[in-house]
């Protein structure tokens, strides 16, 4: 319980030092726009709340793309499951944006608390689970991961109690929970074949067919709801997210090193085992030892079939996450697996063999150390660019290109901002500030483009409307994933 409360206490207090109004970036910031917009539409429609739609009813300087957003119909949507706006929805009616990140960690932690109760886990496992994965510190934001985890987690539970003891009721529950994510993330449908696959690989000499039917009848059916409502709604069985990220099944080098980076770590990429190759440890032990206990052994080779598939059938290699964040399904049971390795080769055996493991152990506490000062130093950046953009004057923000406007935050829902892809873009957008004249407008320049010729093209079409009042120049940040310094500069204008 105590490593419980010191988990609550070290991330509640690193959200609260980062700003959790400063966690909305990029995928978390669609993510809210979305649930805020079900939310206005009265859970009528999906299309995306968008400040400037009086200005740019034809979304053409809408200020995300693909794959954040996708036109579906007439519809610009966010690419993120419809199922976390409808969850998320209850909560944003009540509580304030800056409240959401909280939520998700507490859901993260809950989980954490939950597999302690349900399996019983030494103190060990518990507190490497909490400080050595990525299982608390991917929660420090508005997420869906959080909530795939503990239906997985609750999955497994049954799953386990289904192969120990053979109830049909906990097979038919296995089935459902471990597929039921799938609403979320299209990874669980990966974990729960690959839950199945296992059962049936380690156990098909005691035939237990009835099991193998209740959990692979409940899966089908959550899993074939789910395809059906994607195809009806959005015209595909796999919805918006493989719309917005296909995936392909070549097997060429590139694809084989997203696989070796996703598991193990590439460059400045951290794979699974990268993060935490505690958990890589039992499995080569219990091959190595060729266990007969039949759950580890079933384990093992789920281990094995999830890693493998869902690394392989991943859209990318995570760009600049670390602990691969398609792979976090196989967390608890790798816990499991870690925590029987502990219990047996580990907790009575000899000294050296404690401090071989307890030095793995602390590598991965740096890593989430390190994870969690990579964090902060993200927010930081983001509250100083997100406070001078709030210093503007504009009525409208224009932020040319895409390098800002995933930066923007919670900003986007307090004034316009029009996103025109470049310089080629000045004719429209000129005549949407000549026909909402006048106003004022800011323009944003940053390190690498500038606003000048920009504004020369924009006066010329305006008529010589655009008058300059103001320039501010403010201190540079690093971009989030070039890692290049930018220096940014409003410039402020008026729209005769």
């Known amino acids: 319980m105590l490593i419980l409360f010191l988990a609550v ?100 932690l809950a989980a954490l608390g939950l597999f302690w109760k349900l399996f019983r886990s030494s103190a060990v496992t518990l507190a490497f689970a909490a400080f050595g994965t990525p299982l608390i510190t991917q929660g420090m934001e508005l997420s869906e991961n959080p909530l795939l985890i503990l239906l997985g987690l609750v999955g497994l539970y049954f799953y386990v109690r289904a192969v120990e003891e053979g109830q049909l009721r906990d097979a038919a529950l296995a089935g459902f929970l471990s597929a039921v994510g799938i609403w979320f993330r299209l990874e669980a449908l990966l974990y729960s074949l690959s839950l199945l696959c296992a059962w049936i690989l380690v156990t098909i000499r005691n035939k237990p067919l009835k099991q193998y039917a209740a959990f692979g009848i409940a899966s089908t059916l959550t899993v074939g709801a789910f395809l059906v409502f994607q195809t009806l709604h959005y015209g595909h069985p796999l919805g918006p997210r493989f719309i917005a990220n296909p995936t392909s099944i070549d097997l060429d080098l590139l694809r084989l090193a997203q696989v070796f980076t996703l598991i193990f770590g590439w460059k400045f990429k951290l794979g699974q085992f990268g993060f935490s190759p505690l958990l890589l440890i039992p499995i080569v032990y219990f091959v190595l030892t060729r266990t007969r206990d039949q759950l580890v052994r079933l384990l093992v080779v789920f281990q094995a079939g999830f890693l493998l598939a869902a690394s392989f059938l991943a859209p990318n290699d995570g760009v600049v996450t670390w602990g691969s964040r398609y792979l976090y399904l196989a967390l608890y049971p790798a816990l499991l697996l870690l925590d029987r390795f502990y219990r047996d080769a580990i907790q009575h055996q000899s000294r050296l063999r404690r401090v071989g493991f307890f030095a793995v152990f602390t590598y991965s506490i740096l890593i989430c150390i390190l994870t969690l000062a990579i964090q902060r130093k993200a927010t930081q950046e983001l509250k100083a660019l997100q406070t001078e953009l709030k210093q503007a004057k504009g009525d409208v923000i224009i932020m040319p290109g895409s390098l800002l406007t995933s930066y923007a935050g919670l900003l986007y829902f307090e004034r316009p901002i029009l996103s025109p892809s470049g310089i080629e873009a000045v004719p429209e957008l000129a005549a949407i500030l000549r026909t909402h004249g006048p106003m004022r407008i800011t323009l944003t320049e940053y390190t690498g483009w500038t606003a000048q010729e920009f504004a020369t093209r924009l006066d010329n079409y305006l008529g010589r409307d655009l008058v300059a009042t103001s320039v501010k120049a403010f201190g540079g940040f690093q971009h989030l994933e070039s890692h290049k310094l930018t220096r940014l500069t409003l410039h402020e204008y008026q729209v005769k």
């Open 9 to 108: 206490a070290v991330f509640g207090i690193a959200l609260a030092r980062n700003g959790s109004s400063y966690t909305y970036t990029s995928d978390s910031l669609i993510k809210y726009i979305q649930t805020v917009s079900l939310l206005r539409s009265s859970y009528q429609s999906e299309a995306l709340f968008y400040p400037g739609l009086s200005l740019d009813p034809g979304y053409q300087f809408y200020p995300f793309t693909k794959p954040n957003v996708l036109v579906i119909g007439d519809k610009h949507i966010g690419q993120y499951p419809l199922m976390l706006s409808f969850v998320m929805s209850g909560p944003a009616a009540l509580l304030p944006a800056a409240a959401m990140p909280y939520l998700c960690l507490g859901v993260a």
